[in-house]
C-alpha cells in the first residue's frame, strides 16, 4: 500500500525549508538546525518537549499546543535520523536552482542567495504554518546548534554529549 506522507515529500520539504529560512534573520542557518525546526514546523505539538530559551517559551507553549496535520511520531529522535537523506536531497534541489548558497551548503549550512522564490510559492502557505515558521524562524533556528544549552542539547533530538562546547 503506497501512503503520501508530506514529510518524505521533496517538494514539500523544499517549500517547508524556503519557508522556514525566508522567516529567519539573515535567511541561513546551519543543515541540522534546519533539520530540526523543520521537524518542528511538521510536528509542532513537539514543541511542548523543547527547553526554552528565556524569552521564547510563552509563544512557544502556545504553539505547542498546535495539533499536528500529519501523524504523530513514535520516536521524533529517530524519524529525525531517518529524514536525513531527504534534507540532503532537499538542500541539494535548492541549490541546484541557486535558491540557496552551493558553498555554504558545502560548510554546513543552509543560507538563501539573493535569487528570488518562483512566482507566489511561499504565499501559498496557511496563516497557521506562516505564523509557525516565523517563531520557529526568529526565535528558535537562532539558538546556536552547539554547546552548552545549544539546539541539540535543548531540543534531544540529536546527540549533543561529545560536540564542542
Known amino acids: 500500500m503506497l501512503i503520501y506522507h508530506p514529510a518524505f515529500d ?6 517547508r525549508a524556503l519557508l522556514l529560512l525566508e522567516n529567519s534573520p539573515g535567511r541561513s542557518m546551519p543543515a541540522d538546525t534546519l533539520r530540526i525546526v523543520d521537524l518542528y514546523l511538521m510536528f509542532p505539538y513537539l514543541l511542548a518537549d523543547l527547553e ?5 517559551g510563552k509563544e512557544g507553549r502556545r ?8 501523524n504523530r511520531l513514535p520516536s521524533p529522535r529517530i524519524f ?26 558545502a560548510e554546513g ?39 552548552k544549552k545549544g539546539l541539540k542539547e535543548r531540543s534531544k ?9
Do not use: W
Open 109 to 147: 549550512d543552509v543560507s538563501r542567495t539573493d535569487q528570488p522564490v518562483p512566482g507566489d510559492l511561499l504565499s501559498r502557505a496557511d496563516e497557521r504554518d506562516l505564523e509557525l515558521a516565523t517563531y520557529l524562524g526568529s526565535r528558535i533556528a537562532t539558538i546556536p546548534l552547539l554547546g
Open 52 to 56: 526554552f530559551p528565556k524569552g521564547a
Open 10 to 15: 521533496i517538494y514539500h520539504g523544499a517549500f
Open 63 to 70: 504553539l505547542a499546543g498546535t495539533m499536528s496535520r500529519f
Open 80 to 105: 529525525l535520523s531517518q529524514t536525513r537523506a531527504l534534507h540532503v536531497l532537499v538542500t541539494s534541489a535548492l541549490a541546484g536552482k541557486n535558491l540557496i548558497s552551493a558553498d555554504a551548503l
Open 157 to 165: 533530538l540529536m546527540e549533543f554529549r561529545y560536540d564542542p562546547a
